[in-house]
C-alpha cells in the first residue's frame, strides 16, 4: 500500500524559508506525478504543486515564485522548497498524488509567525 511521509516543517518568520521532504513507498515512484497540498486553520485542502514523471511543474498562483517542487527518484522523495514565506502559509502541508489520491499521511505544520 502506498504510503506518504513528510517532514521538515516547523516555525519560521515572515520572510523565512523552510524545506519540506516527502518519503514514498508502495509505489513505483519514477513512473507517478506527485504534488504538495496544504490545509490551513478552518479551510479546505488545497493543491499547491505538482510535478509530473518528466518534472515539469506546475503552482498555485499564490505560491508561484516562491515555492519550488522537486523530486529525487533514487530517494523515492520529493520536496518543497518555500521561500518569502508569509502568515497565509500557515497550514498543515501534504504530499500526494495530484489526481487520484492515495491515503493521506500525517502531514507537517508550517506555522509563520514574527
Known amino acids: 500500500q502506498v504510503q506518504f511521509v513528510e517532514s521538515g516543517g516547523g516555525l519560521a518568520q515572515p520572510g523565512g524559508s523552510l524545506r519540506l521532504s516527502c518519503e514514498v513507498s508502495?509505489?513505483?515512484?519514477?513512473?507517478?506525478?506527485m504534488a504538495w497540498f496544504r490545509q490551513a486553520p478552518g479551510k479546505q485542502r488545497e493543491l499547491i504543486a505538482t510535478?509530473?514523471?518528466?518534472?515539469?511543474?506546475n503552482y498555485r498562483d499564490s505560491v508561484k515564485g516562491r515555492f519550488t517542487i522537486s523530486r529525487d527518484n533514487t530517494k523515492n522523495a520529493v520536496y518543497l522548497q518555500m521561500n518569502s514565506l508569509n502568515l497565509e502559509d500557515t497550514a498543515v502541508y501534504y504530499c500526494?498524488?495530484?489526481?487520484?489520491?492515495?491515503?493521506w499521511g500525517q502531514g507537517t505544520q508550517v506555522t509563520v509567525s514574527s
Open positions: 510535478i509530473t514523471a518528466n518534472r515539469a511543474t
Open positions: 500526494n498524488f495530484p489526481t487520484i489520491l492515495g491515503p
Open positions: 508502495g509505489t513505483i515512484f519514477a513512473t507517478d506525478a
